[in-house]
C-alpha cells in the first residue's frame, strides 16, 4: 500500500492511495483513490478496495 498526503493551501493536507489488485489482460492493474480529509479515512477505504478486489479474485478462480 502507498499512502501519501498531499499538501494544499494554508498548511492542510490531503491522503491518497495506490493498491496493487494484479495483472489484467497481462498488465499489471493499480486502483487509485484521492481526495481524503484524514489518514484513518484514507485507510478505511483503502481496506474497503482491497477486500472487493479479493472477494472478485476469488470468484474468478472458482469459475
Known sequence: MILKHTPIKKGKK??????YVGF????S???NRAGFKTKTEAKKVYQEVKLLHI?????????
Open 24 to 27: 489484467v489482460d497481462d498488465k
Open 29 to 31: 492493474k493499480y486502483v
Open 55 to 63: 472477494k472478485v479474485s476469488i470468484d474468478k478462480k472458482v469459475i
Open 14 to 19: 490531503l491522503y491518497k492511495f495506490r493498491i
